[in-house]
């Protein structure tokens, strides 16, 4: 468990207990409160669930296997696609030849992208807001050209899939390959070919921000270090891959589709404007999402195929991608180069950064959202955490022939995090002062705020010295450090790697709205009291195993004061919940919990009314407790809400003329007074390096974390966890690989490694809770910031455990090939 | 057309007497022909463990073995596990510890520790990661999973269960 409590109330934190189940001893998890740490005030009137670890909604039905993903669903009539892709980085489509597949059993039709084209417009994926940006019409399978290895150019629909596989075997597509643009370094060259000739350039973003006197500072400091860092291309394998399923209605004209969705209005904007169809006739709906991440929230070529297929065929066809194809279609992220210095003084003074990425993107922008948001946010990002006041960057984001790159789990911050605590760590080396003084030192004061950073950026209020406080406690550094000095003795080498950071959450319409995107930066809840006693509760943010159902029901149960089990939940479809934007940059909880909050609340306060008419007394004078109308002042109860709901909904001759129970209410909220609420915390990993084979072995890792207001402790706990992990992922095994004609030669699950639980260390979380004031819930996002942190902690701790060495490696996927060559072994 | 075999096997407790084709993965017939949707297709070859199913006592990939290869076989999905209450506990154990988020990989995770609750009852918390290495979980980082799976074997061992039972 955390180590804070937000209420006095003792209620259990088992997870419910009324589920039978063996008595087990709680793992001692409790670290030493931090004498800074003081319980929040109850948020609600009859406060028991906000603040606890119960039980989610969904967990039972999924060990039990009883969840329905999309590719449970079978419809009738249902056909399936597969897609051919483009077996090459870049090519021209010179002829097709589907006379063979057409006539193989069970194909129902074969279409190209000249025949959706004539249903389905193309997009250009740019934002107002990132000047200068620029990408090409882009459309849902290939025409002319293809340009990435996988991007889809034929679709193949059949009775079954088996079907559609065995035709796709024969069917025939003339390629003549044209030069790839593989090398991100040499994008821009004069010599290299322009994958868009009408764009000029291979250019998609550029970005020059120059702050305070950086050469001045530099000039000045008595230590300057530089390094380049590098991160490896990665991507997102969902173990449950893209999927939807689309069913044209021809006879209403209406479109629905069942999709592994993360924002499906989103989705439902975008389908009714590339298909020309009123926003009426087209509904989205997400059953059980396999994980998500990022990867199933952009708008794939093919998910509008699909869509152009089943209106093609008037019949539901499925589409999921197998594993392969995910590899090659599903976005890619986070490689990046990126030349960087830090300026100290030897009094431990951070004077300044300056920083040069280069980020390569694919052949498109990836549509809506573009794919200049992860470079930017390297920009926003860098140096984050600490006062300095002098900082320079430069961006560029090119375009490559490789599989199109977007925002995926941290969008840049793993990136931009990975760079300041690099360069943190090596001058505090440089000055010879202990890493976790000179951030101490450096980081901006916890009274500071709000504050703006080096790069622009508005922090409402963050908690890096409590979280320092707080780690140091956790992970016994003294001791640590006495063991690691006495183990090199020796000849076992570990090493200790930290990493401050902030995240960005809770997303202002400065995000996307701004920029031209139709893509929703507020969220609303509909709340119901049935006749029952029970609470319907409609939510715009769905669920892809986070546990947004688990905190929503929570805060509803709180705000109107019933029990946890007298609340329902309907979410995740676009013609029945309130418009909202959905799960991304880590908004379920910040956006989604505080409209649900404000839905309860004004339920609660409707509830009430309806009790002073049906008790003939003052609203002031009651109050809800426990599933009761009671009376605030004894808090005696006067009236069960089933009999309140039983006048209300059928003895409405009992009530007065002139009142109507309302027991519906919708209440809508959007973050407004940030562009985005920040977060902090704190990282810690401990590791072992074996110097003769380059081998890490994941020792121990720690977290701090303050998002606000914790609402779940155990969920919360869980997010950082798994963020964690996904962060080692890509610090130490993951990368798509690729030859110099652009093809990636590790797409499958055998080759591209990912963690599996033997390597993965324990991981202890703590929480310090600085509550954002922009809302009542004051709870900010914990979704991203595991995956911002881990990268730089693990890269950090494996060149403390090489320093003996006078090593350093700051290429991710630190793999062992390339620690022995930092060791000069290979 | 390709040639159709008759398969007899008992899936969950139910004799089965299907016509499949012999190409045909056991966990595709398992999904599309009996309708049970709890084992899961992650990477169909074989890596990631969504599709684990239990054949005549031993765990298998579902994606790598095929529906004729189960011939006279006794077969057990998450849902005959779930329905018999063999692993009530250990699911429990999964809920308390919220060891489990979108829930995709859960019952390939289940029958994978089903059988190392059987095989390894003094298992330690380093043999449980080794153990459900060959199972994939994006979600959890498997802190989670490795601490519902200890609980489940401690409490088996404090209540001297046999194994099984």
Redesign the interface.
């Known amino acids: 468990m955390n180590t804070t409590t937000l209420h006095p109330t003792s209620t259990s934190m088992a997870a419910n207990p009324t589920q039978a189940g063996p008595e087990v001893e709680e793992r001692p998890k409790v670290h030493p409160a931090d004498p800074g740490d003081k319980p929040l005030h109850p948020v609600t009137e009859d406060p028991r669930y906000i603040g606890k670890s119960v039980e989610r909604p969904s967990a039972r039905k999924l060990v039990q296997g009883q969840g329905t993903y999309i590719d449970d669903i079978e419809l009738p009539r249902m056909a399936h696609v597969v897609y051919w892709r483009s077996p090459v980085a870049h090519c021209r489509i010179k002829r097709i030849d589907a006379s063979a597949a057409r006539g193989m059993p069970g194909v129902v039709l074969v279409a190209d992208g000249h025949d959706i084209a004539k249903i389905c417009k193309p997009w250009v994926a740019v934002l107002g807001h990132l000047a200068g940006m620029k990408s090409a019409p882009q459309y849902p399978l290939a025409l002319e050209r293809a340009c990435w290895q996988g991007e889809p150019v034929v679709a193949i629909v059949a009775e079954t899939r088996e079907q559609a596989e065995d035709a796709l075997q024969v069917l025939h597509v003339d390629i003549e390959e044209l030069e790839p643009v593989v090398d991100m370094e040499t994008a821009l060259d004069a010599a290299t070919p322009l994958i868009h000739p009408e764009l000029g350039d291979n250019l998609c973003f550029a970005r020059d921000l120059n702050v305070g006197e950086v050469d001045d500072a530099f000039a000045r400091a008595d230590a300057v270090v530089e390094t380049t860092f590098e991160f490896g291309r990665h991507t997102g394998v969902t173990l449950e891959p893209r999927c939807q399923i689309a069913e044209w209605n021809s006879a209403d004209q209406k479109l629905t589709v069942y999709h592994s969705f993360q924002a499906p209005h989103m989705m439902q904007d975008l389908y009714a404007r590339q298909f020309d169809l009123p926003e009426s006739q087209v509904r989205v709906v997400c059953k059980e999402v396999g994980g998500s991440f990022g990867i199933k929230v952009h708008a794939y070529p093919d998910d509008f195929a699909t869509v152009a297929l089943s209106m093609m065929c008037k019949r539901p066809v499925k589409f999921v991608a197998d594993r392969i194809e995910s590899f090659i279609s599903d976005i890619h992220a986070r490689h990046h180069r990126v030349k960087a210095r830090i300026a100290a003084s030897k009094s431990g003074e951070i004077l300044a950064f300056e920083m040069d990425d280069l980020t390569g993107i694919g052949p498109y922008s990836m549509f809506p959202r573009t794919s200049a948001i992860e470079g930017n946010q390297v920009v926003n990002l860098v140096g984050g955490p600490y006062k300095h006041k002098n900082y320079r960057a430069q961006l560029k984001v090119v375009f490559q022939n490789k599989t199109p790159t977007c925002q995926y789990r941290g969008v840049g911050h793993p990136i931009a995090c990975a760079v300041t605590e690099g360069l943190v760590d090596q001058a505090a080396r440089a000055i010879g002062m202990d890493p976790l003084e000179f951030r101490r030192k450096n980081v901006i004061p916890d009274d500071a705020y709000p504050a703006t950073g080096a790069s622009g950026i508005k922090l409402e209020v963050l908690s890096h010295q409590a979280c320092l406080r707080k780690i140091e406690q956790m992970m016994d550094y003294p001791k640590l450090k006495a063991e690691i000095e006495a183990l090199r003795e020796m000849g076992i080498y570990r090493g200790i790697g930290f990493a401050a950071l902030i995240e960005l959450t809770n997303p202002s319409a400065a995000f996307y709205g701004v920029g031209g995107a139709r893509i929703a930066s507020q969220d609303g809840c509909t709340m119901r009291l049935d006749p029952s006693g029970a609470i319907s509760v409609s939510v715009s943010v769905g669920e892809q195993g986070q546990g947004n159902d688990g905190i929503y029901r929570q805060i509803a149960a709180d705000a109107v004061g019933v029990d946890l089990e007298k609340v329902r939940l309907v979410l995740s479809d676009t013609d029945v919940t309130p418009y909202g934007g959905g799960t991304w940059a880590s908004r379920g909880a910040g956006v989604g919990g505080e409209a649900v909050l404000l839905a309860g609340q004004a339920l609660r306060a409707n509830i009430v009314k309806v009790a002073a008419v049906i008790l003939k007394r003052d609203a002031a004078e009651l109050a809800i407790r426990r599933g009761q109308v009671v009376d605030a002042q004894t808090l005696a109860p006067v009236l069960d809400m089933a009999e309140l709901g039983r006048v209300a909904y059928f003895r409405s001759d009992t009530l007065p003329k002139d009142f109507t129970p309302e027991l519906m209410v919708t209440r809508h909220y959007a973050q407004r007074d940030f562009p985005f609420i920040f977060t902090n915390g704190v990282q810690a990993s401990y590791v072992e390096v074996d110097p003769d084979t380059g081998f890490v072995k994941l020792l121990k890792h720690w977290a701090v974390e303050d998002c606000g207001r914790v609402i779940n402790p155990k969920l919360v706990d869980e997010q950082i966890r798994g963020a964690i992990v996904q962060g080692i992922g890509g610090a130490l095994l993951e990368e798509c690989l690729y030859d110099e004609r652009g093809l990636m030669i590790n797409a499958s699950m055998a080759d591209y490694l990912v963690p599996m639980s033997g390597e993965m260390p324990d991981i202890d979380v703590a929480h310090v809770q600085t509550p954002t004031r922009s809302s009542q819930l004051g709870a900010k996002g914990a979704g991203e910031a595991g995956t911002a942190g881990a990268p730089a902690a693990v890269m950090n701790a494996i060149n403390d455990a090489l320093s003996p060495f006078q090593a350093q490696c700051w290429s991710q996927p630190l793999t062992p090939e390339k620690i022995l060559r930092a060791l000069g072994k290979v | 057309?390709a040639s159709f075999h008759t398969l007899h096997v008992e899936v969950n407790g139910q004799p089965q007497k299907r016509s499949v084709?012999p190409r045909q993965h056991l966990v595709d017939f398992i999904?599309n022909e009996l309708g049970l949707?709890?084992?899961?297709?992650?990477?169909?070859?074989?890596?990631?463990g969504?599709c684990t199913v239990e054949v005549d006592g031993r765990i298998v990939r579902g994606c790598l073995t095929l529906a004729v290869q189960t011939q006279g076989c006794k077969v057990r999905?998450?849902?005959g596990l779930?329905e018999d209450g063999d692993v009530?506990?250990l699911?429990?154990?999964?809920?308390?510890?919220?060891a489990?988020?979108?829930?995709?990989?859960?019952?390939g995770m289940?029958m994978a520790a089903k059988e190392l609750l059987e095989a390894k009852p003094d298992a330690s918390r380093e043999e449980?990661?080794?153990w459900?290495?060959?199972?994939?979980?994006?979600?959890?980082?498997?802190?989670?999973?490795?601490?519902a799976i200890c609980?489940?074997l401690?409490?088996r061992a404090r209540?001297g269960q046999k194994v099984g039972a």
């Not at chain 2, 297709?41 to 990631?48: A, Y």
């Not at chain 2, 459900?132 to 601490?147: K, L, P, Q």
């Open positions: 057309m084709q999904r949707k709890g084992s899961h297709l992650g990477c169909e070859h074989g890596v990631c969504a999905t998450i849902e779930s009530r506990d699911q429990e154990a999964f809920i308390r510890n919220n489990l988020q979108c829930g995709f990989c859960t019952p289940v449980v990661r080794e459900m290495s060959g199972n994939f979980c994006r979600c959890t980082g498997y802190h989670a999973i490795v601490d609980e489940t401690a409490e209540k």
